[in-house]
């Protein structure tokens, strides 16, 4: 079974400093994708960024950067100068290989993120 | 252009009555998805289709139907509606079958419908 856990229910953050989100996954497929979502208060679901289990490379796009540690199963998200739009939930997800994950993404419960004039 | 969409956005409804929800994407997708939300924010897929056939079918009370008329179109339909069905719907669309990427298909999401039972 898949799992993403994300511990930090409420993060408050100045506008233009830098925030790091934490997500940590667990799961025995050996191929996986790993994604943040922003849903603000609006309710929208906004895909921001994703990271393959095989990258070499921490994705980035933009201002969202994805601290990914394979050995410690984590995808940390990382904003860098905090905007006040970017005060929403953010959701890490996962999608495994196995033939009872299809193609189905795990969500964790989400992280707060209230930015601060 | 709305890449996926769900009507209605609100669906305000007494215990007991069957409703649906419709859901639609243009952007040529094989699969399409429905996914809850309760009252925490929690999200858990329910009903998977590729190209008209269910591939995923969570532990969801068989008072919950979807029906994919064609690949563009999954609708959810639920029958004798309860309390706890109240929470958010979205419905979501990907390109799963010969796509290079397989693990980068990014899930497009609808604007959700919230659901009330009264």
């Known amino acids: 079974a898949q799992k993403i856990t994300q511990t930090q229910p409420g993060m408050f953050v100045q506008e233009k400093e830098a925030v790091t989100l934490d997500c940590t996954y667990d799961t025995s497929d050996p191929s996986y994708g790993l994604f943040w979502y922003k849903q603000p208060s609006s309710g929208e679901m906004i895909f921001l960024i994703y990271q393959g289990s095989y990258d070499q490379q921490n994705a980035t796009e933009g201002r969202y950067s994805l601290n990914f540690q394979k050995a410690r199963k984590s995808a940390n998200l990382v904003i860098s100068a905090s905007q006040l739009g970017d005060s929403a939930m953010y959701f890490c997800a996962m999608r495994g290989g196995g033939e009872t994950s299809g193609s189905r993404l795990t969500f964790g419960e989400g992280t707060q993120l209230t930015v601060n004039p | 252009d709305t890449a996926v969409s769900q009507t209605p956005k609100y669906l305000v409804t007494q215990m007991g009555n069957d409703k649906s929800i419709k859901c639609e994407q243009n952007l040529g997708h094989d699969t399409m998805y429905w996914y809850k939300q309760d009252s925490k924010k929690f999200l858990k897929i329910m009903f998977s289709?590729?190209?008209?056939?269910?591939?995923i079918n969570e532990t969801v009370p068989n008072r919950f139907s979807p029906k994919s008329p064609d690949k563009a179109h999954l609708n959810l339909h639920i029958n004798s509606l309860e309390l706890g069905d109240s929470a958010v719907y979205f419905c979501?669309?990907?390109?799963?079958?010969?796509?290079?990427?397989?693990?980068?298909?990014?899930?497009?999401f609808g604007p959700g419908t919230r659901l009330t039972v009264l």
């Open positions: 289709y590729n190209n008209k056939e269910l591939i």
């Open positions: 979501a669309s990907s390109q799963e079958m010969l796509s290079p990427s397989f693990w980068s298909n990014e899930q497009f």
